[in-house]
């Protein structure tokens, strides 16, 4: 496998790339500007395309340029996009009510960075890749999954949630990238292609709850329950 | 090839159907088209049944299999996808919307499509697409009537299942990862690879893809503690759409969760997966008897049943071996046609009275006896009580945990099962015999549309009740040595 056996040169790229894309998920966990939320995924969505583009290279898989021009395109550009016009339109610069202050939600983050850490070791361990930037994609990976959840769960404008959602899928992407770059086009181009449409929902989801409940607070959805 | 083109037939009738709904865009043609594609779907769903005795079948480049798993599904799903649609023909003219009525249609058309394709995909990556897009297209009918409850219960809907169902890609990548390091970094990740390279992978790896697969399609089951969008959901969509719903998807999400059942018993871990699913039935059945017995919505009440009766389903799948496999399997098939005929006589009771609180349904019995008999079988038949098939296959179930090394979890279904039919059955005291406080008149007739696929509901559940053909018997049994044959829970060697 590729990850087992890299040039020294290839791994520290892709550890600095990886853990970069870990720092922006702490910036969006920090911030309570929706701005920086969409600046840090949209940077994000760059790492990862750029990431694509270097394991092809070095491991010889010429269809995950294609897979890194795709990324960046739709996840790097056009969902930002998106995203973007919808805050415009729905006027909203940040979260008005916190659940959770920045700082505990940071600490908390961590927290779920360590236990990631934990796992990644067990597993790396099992299999005899201890050292090797297989367990660093599995922390990554691991770790951007707890704080897209983390994101979900303290953060409650509609906005923050899809963006939770997409770092919830973009910790799935960088860790596939690194450890199962074989792993049958297909499957990617349509993961693409589904975001696309998640986002189209999303939006007009978004509109509905304004013209119809009136905010684009989770909080304020509580007619339901029993 | 007979299976082949049944199976093209399942597929091309609704996606026929969609095609021309939008280019016509009249609500009663798009009502007949989407008759017509679910009257092709259902004998194509049969004779597809009948096709694949022999064993499994590979199509389109190893990405479609027909086997007995996914033809059963298919099966459960089109049942319900033709009910359903008789019924939507009477119920959606009560909404007076005939102008949305063709996108209603469009989009109904394209849930069955998608629920009825996705048992069938041969790829674990490709299945996970069409379970994302049976989330993608149904948030729409959730949020069909625009009213705010309908939109609120979509977009839980939408961030639950998205949130769940990514942790299904995750386990998805890493049974990819484990599978990688057998047999080299690029292969088609269809089931029968994934099980032929369990035994080698490495145990630790694929235990944890295999928790992680099954909480994020169990979300998409409904199982308990993941339900929690299943209420709001069912209750705020269109009754048609709620019987697909709880009937036809929830079926399609757990095949997923038996496929990789399969593959993690090939390794011969099978032990800690079948206790943690058997753990989650037993947590759902806990979680729907305490909310059944306090509920006040009508719609609810029956979206907390359909909770129990995943339970039900996990702790049949859990327990393992031919007696398991084959009552939960038969339960999937009572659930289905059962479920239904609940969700449409709640649907015509809610428009008929206006209101989705059983405080305000009362009288049933007097005002519409006709339909009240037949929904009060129906409630009978969903709490698991002779002769009607629920008994049938939770008999089978309960068996088949008393054999197992869990038979606390058997003990416990059956006290609970039994809490539930009190809960359950007391709610329709109320609506039927204990007189209104103040005296709400229901409006108008039940139309013929509504009540004829409750007939059609509950006339086959009293067969199945009263008679489990030899020929089902044998195909259980065919499925179950197909998913590893006789492995079950510690020490439930027959």
């Known amino acids: 496998m590729l990850a087992a056996h890299l040039d020294p040169l290839a791994a520290s790229l892709f550890s600095l790339m990886a853990i970069a894309s870990l720092l922006l998920a702490f910036i969006m966990l920090g911030s309570r500007w929706i701005r920086?939320?969409?600046?840090?995924?949209?940077?994000?969505?760059w790492l990862i395309a750029a990431l694509s583009a270097a394991v092809g290279y070095y491991g010889n898989y010429p269809e995950l340029y294609l897979i890194a021009i795709l990324t960046f395109l739709f996840r790097g550009l056009f969902l930002p996009y998106l995203i973007f016009r919808i805050i415009h339109r729905l006027n909203i610069a940040r979260e008005v009510h916190v659940i959770l202050q920045a700082s505990s939600s940071l600490v908390i983050g961590a927290m779920a960075v360590v236990f990631a850490l934990t796992v990644a070791a067990r597993i790396g361990a099992e299999l005899g890749l201890s050292g090797t930037i297989v367990v660093l994609a599995l922390t990554v990976m691991l770790s951007m999954k707890l704080i897209g959840f983390l994101m979900l769960t303290v953060r409650h404008e509609a906005i923050s949630q899809i963006l939770g959602l997409l770092v919830l899928e973009n910790g799935i992407f960088l860790g596939a990238q690194i450890l199962v770059p074989g792993m049958p086009l297909l499957v990617e181009i349509v993961i693409l292609f589904d975001l696309l449409i998640v986002v189209a929902c999303f939006g007009l989801l978004v509109q509905y709850l304004q013209t119809h409940v009136g905010t684009t607070s989770s909080l304020a959805l509580r007619r339901l329950v029993g | 090839m007979m299976a082949g083109g049944f199976a093209l037939a399942i597929a091309l009738a609704p996606a026929v159907a969609i095609v021309l709904i939008l280019l016509t865009r009249r609500a009663a043609v798009a009502e007949g088209l989407n008759l017509v594609a679910s009257a092709i779907v259902f004998p194509a769903a049969i004779l597809l049944l009948v096709a694949v005795r022999g064993g499994p079948q590979v199509y389109w480049h190893g990405y479609i299999i027909l086997d007995g798993l996914g033809a059963w599904s298919v099966l459960c799903a089109a049942v319900v996808y033709l009910l359903a649609s008789i019924y939507a023909v009477g119920y959606?003219?009560?909404?007076?919307?005939?102008?949305?009525?063709?996108?209603?249609?469009?989009?109904?058309?394209?849930?069955?499509?998608?629920?009825?394709?996705?048992?069938?995909?041969?790829?674990?990556?490709?299945?996970?697409?069409?379970?994302?897009?049976?989330?993608?297209?149904?948030?729409?009918?959730?949020?069909?009537?625009?009213?705010?409850?309908?939109?609120?219960?979509?977009?839980?809907?939408?961030?639950?299942?998205?949130?769940?169902?990514?942790?299904?890609?995750?386990?998805?990548?890493?049974?990819?990862?484990?599978?990688?390091?057998?047999?080299?970094?690029?292969?088609?990740?269809?089931?029968?690879?994934?099980?032929?390279?369990?035994?080698?992978?490495?145990?630790?790896l694929l235990l944890l893809a295999f928790l992680l697969v099954l909480i994020g399609y169990g979300t998409k089951v409904g199982l308990a503690p993941m339900h929690t969008w299943l209420p709001d959901a069912h209750s705020e969509g269109p009754a048609p759409v709620s019987a697909l719903l709880s009937g036809a998807l929830l079926n399609t999400a757990m095949v997923g969760i038996v496929r990789y059942l399969a593959v993690v018993d090939a390794a011969g871990i099978g032990a800690l997966p079948r206790a943690v699913l058997v753990v989650l039935g037993a947590v759902s059945l806990l979680v729907a008897a305490l909310f059944i017995v306090r509920?006040?919505?009508?719609?609810?009440?029956?979206?907390?049943?359909?909770?129990?009766?995943?339970?039900?389903?996990?702790?049949?799948?859990?327990?393992?071996?031919?007696?398991?496999?084959?009552?939960?399997?038969?339960?999937?098939?009572?659930?289905?046609?059962?479920?239904?005929?609940?969700?449409?006589?709640?649907?015509?009771?809610?428009?008929?009275?206006?209101?989705?609180?059983?405080?305000?349904?009362?009288?049933?019995?007097?005002?519409?006896?006709?339909?009240?008999?037949?929904?009060?079988?129906?409630?009978?038949?969903?709490?698991?009580?002779?002769?009607?098939?629920?008994?049938?296959?939770?008999?089978?179930?309960?068996?088949?945990?008393?054999?197992?090394?869990?038979?606390?979890?058997?003990?416990?279904?059956?006290?609970?099962?039994?809490?539930?039919?009190?809960?359950?059955?007391?709610?329709?005291?109320?609506?039927?015999?204990?007189?209104?406080?103040?005296?709400?008149?229901?409006?108008?007739?039940?139309?013929?549309?509504?009540?004829?696929?409750?007939?059609?509901?509950?006339?086959?559940?009293?067969?199945?009740?009263?008679?489990?053909?030899?020929?089902?018997?044998?195909?259980?049994?065919?499925?179950?040595?197909?998913?590893?044959g006789t492995v079950a829970l510690a020490g439930a060697a027959p």
């Open chain 1, 36 to 45: 920086h939320y969409l600046y840090a995924f949209a940077a994000e969505s």
């Open chain 2, 92 to 204: 959606m003219r009560l909404l007076d919307e005939p102008r949305r009525l063709s996108r209603f249609y469009a989009l109904f058309a394209g849930f069955a499509l998608t629920t009825l394709v996705g048992p069938l995909m041969n790829s674990a990556g490709v299945y996970w697409i069409a379970i994302e897009l049976t989330t993608l297209v149904s948030t729409f009918l959730v949020a069909f009537e625009h009213a705010p409850e309908s939109i609120e219960a979509a977009w839980k809907y939408i961030i639950v299942v998205s949130g769940g169902i990514s942790l299904a890609l995750l386990g998805t990548v890493l049974f990819y990862w484990a599978g990688s390091l057998v047999f080299g970094p690029s292969y088609a990740m269809t089931w029968a690879a994934l099980r032929d390279a369990a035994p080698r992978a490495n145990h630790a």
């Open chain 2, 295 to 484: 509920q006040r919505g009508i719609k609810r009440l029956m979206a907390y049943s359909s909770v129990e009766h995943m339970g039900v389903i996990a702790l049949g799948f859990g327990f393992g071996g031919p007696l398991g496999i084959a009552g939960a399997l038969y339960h999937m098939l009572n659930h289905s046609l059962n479920k239904s005929l609940m969700f449409f006589g709640a649907g015509s009771a809610m428009r008929s009275y206006g209101t989705k609180n059983i405080g305000g349904i009362r009288m049933v019995a007097r005002r519409f006896p006709a339909f009240g008999a037949l929904w009060l079988a129906g409630a009978v038949a969903i709490t698991g009580a002779p002769p009607f098939g629920l008994f049938a296959s939770e008999l089978t179930i309960l068996r088949a945990g008393m054999r197992s090394s869990a038979v606390w979890a058997a003990l416990l279904m059956a006290v609970l099962l039994i809490v539930i039919f009190i809960g359950f059955l007391n709610h329709f005291r109320i609506m039927y015999f204990e007189p209104a406080a103040a005296d709400r008149v229901p409006s108008g007739q039940i139309s013929l549309w509504c009540v004829v696929p409750m007939w059609g509901a509950l006339l086959p559940l009293l067969a199945l009740g009263l008679w489990w053909p030899d020929v089902l018997w044998s195909y259980f049994a065919t499925i179950a040595h197909a998913l590893g």
